[in-house]
T-cell receptor, first 112, second 112 residues
Framework: GEDVEQSLFLSVREGDSSVINCTYT??????LYWYKQEPGAGLQLLTY?????DMKQDQRLTVLLNKKDKHLSLRIADTQTGDSAIYFC????????????FGTGTRLQVTL | DVKVTQSSRYLVKRTGEKVFLECVQD?????MFWYRQDPGLGLRLIYF???????EKGDIPEGYSVSREKKERFSLILESASTNQTSMYLC???????????FGPGTRLLVL
């Protein structure tokens, strides 16, 4: 079955690194995504990783995928107050043609 | 840039009313999706569509129906609104055969 889990809340100080974690249960994932939702807004695609990759870096964002443990993480370097938002991981499965299964979302709070 | 728009940002309706939520995308995307977002539950898929006049049930279709008469427009219908349908509703679209979904800003619906 499909199940994507995240912790609900993370608090970090400005300038520190944030690591948001996600676990999934279905091993037939093809792509895994990170979306960001700012207050009162829709979801914005941050980055994604294909399931045969281990790591992807894009400026301050680093995505790590451990397929054996079914664990995905998003690291934000030099976290800023503008990074405060809810972060969702999502997976798409082989044969489901564009359907995404989302995690519960992690609220990132950045403090001064 | 992909643009997904939703007809209302905020909506207040009474129990038993028929409610229409409209979503329009301007990128000629084949796939369109309706989700609801509730705290601690993440995004749950209500209905999706891969083509005009085509629809498929998502994970929580009960109490909802959809209409896709034109490629760019996907409507979510609450036939008889109930208080447990108070939620944030998000529309998304994606190109056929690709999983990356682009989201609208959301409609926050309150049913009294």
């Amino acid at each position: 079955g499909e199940d994507v889990e995240q912790s609900l809340f993370l608090s970090v100080r400005e300038g520190d690194s944030s690591v948001i974690n996600c676990t999934y249960t279905d091993s037939s994932s093809t792509y895994l995504y990170w979306y960001k939702q700012e207050p009162g807004a829709g979801l914005q695609l941050l980055t994604y990783i294909f399931s045969n990759m281990d790591m992807k870096q894009d400026q301050r964002l680093t995505v790590l995928l451990n397929k054996k443990d079914k664990h995905l993480s998003l690291r934000i370097a030099d976290t800023q107050t503008g990074d405060s938002a809810i972060y969702f991981c999502a997976e798409t499965l082989t044969g489901t043609a564009s359907k995404l299964t989302f995690g519960t979302g992690t609220r990132l709070q950045v403090t001064l | 840039d992909v643009k997904v728009t939703q007809s209302s940002r905020y909506l207040v309706k009474r129990t038993g009313e028929k409610v229409f939520l409209e979503c329009v995308q301007d990128m000629d995307h084949e796939n369109m999706f309706w989700y609801r977002q509730d705290p601690g539950l993440g995004l749950r898929l209500i209905y999706f569509s891969y083509d005009v006049k085509m629809k498929e049930k998502g994970d929580i279709p009960e109490g909802y129906s959809v209409s896709r008469e034109k490629k760019e427009r996907f409507s979510l219908i609450l036939e008889s609104a109930s208080t447990n349908q108070t939620s944030m509703y998000l529309c998304a679209s994606s190109r056929g055969g690709q999983e990356t979904q682009y989201f609208g800003p959301g409609t926050r619906l309150l049913v009294l």
